[in-house]
Each structure stands twice: as C-alpha cells, then as structure tokens.
C-alpha cells in the first residue's frame, strides 16, 4: 500500500497566484486532514472531511479551499497565494473506528514558498 | 483539547532507554494520551495511545500515571534513528475525529 501520497512535493509561487495540492490514500479511510507547519512550530489544522461530500474548517482555513468527491481524494487548493502561506504542507488520512480517530497516517509533506 | 507540558529537548545514549515524560493536569475523562514522532520534517508519525492503563506496541511503552496528570513514553532501547521530535497529545475521539493539537514537543536526540 502507498499510503497517503501528496504531489507536488516542492512549489515555488508568486504573489496572487493560484494552486493545488493533492493528496490521495488507498486505506478507504473516511477522515481526511489538511495540516500546515511553519518552521520550529508544530501542526496546525486547516481542513478535514469526514466522508466524500463533507468538509469543514480547522483551526486556519483562511486562504484555502477544499473538496472532497471521492473517499482516495482530498485536494487543497490556494487562491491568491501570499508570503504568509509559506510553510510545509501535510495531509493525512485516519480510520472512522472511534478508537482509531486519533491514529492519523501522514503524507510526506509539500513544501510551498510565495514570494 | 487538553494542553501538554513537555520538555524542550533531551539526551539519550544509543541502546540505552529513553524516558520522554509529558504533564497533562487538566485532561478530561475521555480524552485519550497519544504519542507522535516527526523525524526531520518528514510527516508525523503515530506511535502509541491510551487511555488509563499503560500500553506496549512493536515501538514502545505508554505509562499514565493513575491519577492520569501525566505519562511517560519509554523506547526501551534507542538507536540513532529514534532521533526525532516527540509530540504529546490529548485527544477525546468520538466528533472531534483526528482533529490533533500539536504543541512544541520534545526534540530526542540519540546519540552513540
């Protein structure tokens, strides 16, 4: 099994750009994450989705956008990219077993530089 | 979310246990001790949970304290590969699904 797999793993941006990050499982796994790291810190949530069709914010969501039409795919999209989203991306993925809600499975991360 | 206190850094000789403890005074009843580790800004990665009584996996020990204010994570024998950052997390499960609070953890480094 792959895992969680995220592409790109490296983007440059300019200012005011658009992109998206993808980010696909092969676990079947219902919840899926949206998670940023800015250097020294530690993770903080963006989005998540609790099944196909249904997403809500975490604890940053300004600046990005979601959606989720299959279980596999949870793309994260950037619109209008500033400085202030440079920071390493991660998406993870865990299972809807309650006591296995918290045993997320991490992608390898992408890292994003606005400039 | 419950927060963690854990120490900035520690030391730990190559085959040699190590003993990572985290504070957590105001956890709630149903809010479940998990460990993550990232190794070098690759993405995290689960260790162990629990909830009251200690735990062992293929990686290491969970050991909560019975008045569950605070836990030790044990690698009983580290290698240099287990130098990482160490995240201690409380999380309740149930509707807050894997929606994880990250604080600073603790940078392990091993060394021979």
């Known amino acids: 099994n792959a895992g969680v797999t995220q592409t790109p793993k490296f983007r440059i941006l300019k200012i005011g750009q658009s992109m998206t990050l993808q980010c696909t499982q092969d676990?079947?796994?219902?919840?899926m994450y949206w998670y940023r790291q800015d250097p020294g810190m530690g993770l903080k949530l963006i989005y998540y989705?609790?099944?196909?069709?249904?997403?809500d914010k975490g604890e940053v969501p300004n600046g990005y956008n979601v959606s989720r039409s299959t279980t596999e795919d949870f793309p994260l999209r950037l619109e209008l990219a500033a400085p202030s989203q440079t920071s390493v991306y991660f998406c993870?993925?865990?299972?809807?077993?309650?006591?296995?809600?918290?045993?997320?499975?991490f992608g390898e991360g992408s890292r994003l530089t606005v400039l | 979310d419950a927060k963690t206190t854990q120490p900035t850094s520690m030391d730990c000789a190559e085959g040699r246990a190590a003993n990572l403890p985290c504070n957590h005074s105001?956890?709630?009843?149903?809010?479940?001790v998990y460990w993550y580790r990232q190794i070098h800004s690759q993405g995290p990665q689960y260790i162990i949970h629990?909830?009251?009584n200690n735990e062992t996996n293929e990686m290491a020990s969970l050991i909560i304290t019975e008045d569950r204010k605070s836990s030790t994570l044990i690698l009983p024998h580290a290698t240099l590969r287990d130098t990482a950052v160490y995240y201690c997390?409380?999380?309740?499960?149930?509707?807050?699904?894997?929606?994880?609070?990250f604080g600073q953890g603790t940078i392990l480094t091993v060394h021979p």
């Open positions: 629990g909830l009251k």
């Open positions: 105001t956890i709630s009843g149903n809010e479940y």
């Open positions: 993870a993925s865990s299972s809807p077993i309650e006591r296995k809600h918290g045993e997320l499975f």
């Open positions: 997390i409380f999380h309740a499960g149930g509707t807050s699904y894997g929606k994880l609070t």
């Open positions: 676990m079947n796994h219902n919840y």
């Open positions: 989705s609790v099944g196909a069709g249904i997403t």
